[in-house]
Structure formats: structure tokens, C-alpha cells
């Protein structure tokens, strides 16, 4: 884990000290949505989500984008409930390609997720549980320039998450869809 945050941030700062002489550095923010099911009913649940982004233009064709992430969510069933937080650190790496004021991109986001757990059993007491989840896939989007600073734009990602269940033989693994909408400001 530690090798990830490093990697991040060397790349961070590497995006950042290419773009200051011409390129532009901005401040991101999405909400968007995915399903999961939750422990404790089981069910398919959506869940909203957002994340601050650092997007980074390295050059005409292309950008790297920094994310800091968080959720929360409550469950309940007549038995139990459940509450859980995540912290999401991720980057993501795009080519674009500028159509008018418009810029579409495509590449891929990875990282890792952050999770605290809450269970509670009627009558049997409750539990606490941390882990880190690790997370890769193909991301989609385009954002529109409705001025040199100022962009709003949609993405699309390809999600595999890699859970880390703290079981040696229990293996839990997703692939789902996530759909974000951006705000973006820029200065340079």
C-alpha cells in the first residue's frame, strides 16, 4: 500500500510540474452511482458516491487525474444491520481527443478502497471489520468547455474490484458499471 501512495504521488507531482508552463491543472468533482449488495439483506442496492479529482493535463492527448473518494451506506433486515464508510485514493490515465469545445477521453482508473464495517446481530452482539480493496478498469467520458476554466461531462467506467475478505478461503471479486457526472474547474 505504501508503494501505491508513492507511486501516486511522485506521479502527481511529476503531472503538475510538466502542466505549469502550459498546460492546465484543475479541480474535479462527481457524483455517481454503482450497485453492490449489501450484507445484510442481500439485496441489489444503488449507491451514490462522490470523489474530488486533481485532473492534470500532461498534453494535448493526454491527462492523468488523481481521486479522493468517499461513501456511506446503512443496511438493515430484520436480524441485522450494517454500516459501512469507504475512502477511495485512485488515479486515472487518459488519452483525449479535443472534438470543438469539447474533449473526449478514454484510459483506465485503478487504486484502492478504504473500508470500515459495522455489523450488528440481535442478540448475538456485533462486529467491526477494516480492509483495503484494490480496484482496475477502463473509464469513458467527454467533457464539455463552456469556458477556458469551467467544464461539466459525464464518465462511464468498467469496474473489477478485488476484495480483500480477510478469509484465505473465501475469494470475493465485482465487475459492475459506474456511471460519474463532473464538475470541473481549471486554472493555468
Known amino acids: 500500500m505504501k508503494t501505491i501512495i508513492t507511486l ?4 502527481i507531482l511529476t503531472g503538475i510540474s510538466h502542466s505549469q508552463d502550459k498546460k492546465k491543472v ?13 450484507a445484510a439483506n442481500q439485496t441489489p ?3 451514490v458516491f462522490t470523489s474530488i479529482y486533481l485532473p492534470i493535463h500532461i498534453s494535448d492527448k493526454f491527462k492523468i487525474e488523481p481521486e479522493l473518494g468517499f461513501t456511506h451506506y446503512t443496511a438493515s433486515s430484520d436480524y441485522s444491520d ?3 464508510t469507504g475512502i477511495k485514493f485512485g488515479i486515472g ?3 483525449k481527443k479535443p472534438i470543438e469545445q469539447t474533449q473526449v477521453y478514454y484510459g483506465v482508473r485503478l487504486g484502492i478502497i478504504r473500508e470500515s464495517e459495522d455489523y450488528s ?4 452482539g456485533s462486529e467491526k471489520e477494516k480492509s483495503t480493496h484494490k480496484f482496475i478498469g477502463p473509464a469513458f467520458g467527454a467533457e464539455h468547455f463552456f469556458s477556458p476554466a469551467f467544464s461539466f461531462g459525464g464518465e462511464t467506467q468498467f469496474i473489477y474490484t478485488i476484495f480483500d475478505t480477510g478469509s484465505s ?3 470475493l471479486n465485482s465487475l459492475d458499471n459506474r456511471v460519474h457526472l463532473f464538475l470541473r474547474w481549471y486554472w493555468n
Do not use: E, H, K, P
Open 8 to 11: 501516486l504521488f511522485v506521479l
Open 26 to 38: 484543475g479541480l474535479g468533482m462527481s457524483i455517481g452511482t454503482t450497485t453492490f449488495y449489501a
Open 45 to 47: 442496492t444503488r449507491l
Open 82 to 84: 450494517q454500516s459501512n
Open 93 to 95: 490515465f487518459f488519452g
Open 121 to 124: 446481530y440481535d442478540g448475538y
Open 169 to 171: 478461503s473465501f475469494d
